[in-house]
Nanobody, 125 residues
Framework: QVQLVESGGRLVQAGGSLRLSCAAS????????MGWFRQAPGKEREFVAA????????YYADSVKGRFTISRDNAKNTIYLQMNSLKPEDTAVYYC??????????????????WGQGTQVTVSS
């Protein structure tokens, strides 16, 4: 079992920055690839970014590429999502997720079997 707790979400103005954190506990965190997803009101949950167990491989949705950076600190059992140049369309609940695989780095939600409760990010125009 893996427990995931996101934090760092808040209200921010367009053009601003935020860093989200996801603290993991339970089974060995460093064996899992991890991902960030988001869900805006009235929309389906969508992939944002993913990172392999070692941190050497990352993958981003086109909508955030160049603005968001995913990273991890296995010693702290934590992953991060640095979000820069935020836009109103980034407003959503952001979820972190742990993959079944140590190396899967991709958008398929079915490949992630543990999810956090989410943290709200609101970007005002």
């Amino acid at each position: 079992q893996v427990q995931l707790v996101e934090s760092g979400g808040r209200l921010v103005q367009a053009g601003g920055s935020l860093r989200l954190s996801c603290a993991a506990s339970g089974r060995t965190f460093s064996n899992s690839a991890m991902g960030w997803f988001r869900q805006a009101p009235g929309k389906e949950r969508e992939f944002v970014a993913a990172i392999s167990w070692s941190g050497s491989i990352t993958y981003y949705a086109d909508s955030v590429k160049g603005r968001f950076t995913i990273s991890r600190d296995n010693a702290k059992n934590t992953i991060y999502l640095q979000m820069n140049s935020l836009k109103p369309e980034d407003t959503a609940v952001y979820y972190c997720a742990a993959a079944r695989s140590s190396v899967y780095v991709g958008p398929a939600m079915s490949r992630y079997n543990y999810w956090g409760q989410g943290t709200q990010v609101t970007v005002s125009s």
